[in-house]
């Protein structure tokens, strides 16, 4: 049975920052990409940041680029998104993802996490 779990959610100050972890188990790690999305209540999912298989190609929405970072340790079984200098728009629950290829778009990933939510305060 294939788990992803997402930890490292709660609240932070706008400036501040968090680091999301998510743990797969029960599918072989290394041959995913692995996805970070976000979605606000009443919104439809988007996507945040992706990493390929290996880790060589990273890919971010332009919102985040810069502030963000994704990477990995497939050995860990484990996908990484740190999150500095937060805005209250980063506010959402966020999801990671395991699929292939690598994608902006929902569709590819065969499985998701039960989502994780960041808010940030003022």
């Known amino acids: 049975q294939v788990q992803l779990v997402e930890y490292g959610g709660g609240v932070a100050r706008a400036g501040g920052s968090l680091r999301l972890s998510c743990v797969a188990s029960?599918?072989?790690?290394?041959?995913?990409?692995m996805g970070w999305f976000r979605q606000v209540s009443g919104k439809e999912r988007e996507f945040v940041a992706g990493?390929?298989?290996?880790?060589?190609?990273?890919h971010y929405a332009d919102s985040v680029k810069g502030r963000f970072t994704i990477s990995r340790d497939n050995p860990k079984n484990t996908v990484y998104l740190q999150m500095n200098s937060l805005t209250l728009e980063d506010t959402a629950v966020y999801y990671c993802?395991?699929?292939?290829?690598?994608?902006?778009?929902?569709?590819?990933?065969?499985?998701w996490g039960q989502g994780t939510q960041v808010t940030v305060s003022s």
């Open positions: 029960g599918l072989t790690f290394s041959t995913y990409a």
């Open positions: 990493i390929s298989r290996s880790g060589g190609d990273v």
């Open positions: 993802a395991a699929g292939y290829p690598l994608s902006v778009l929902t569709r590819p990933y065969d499985y």
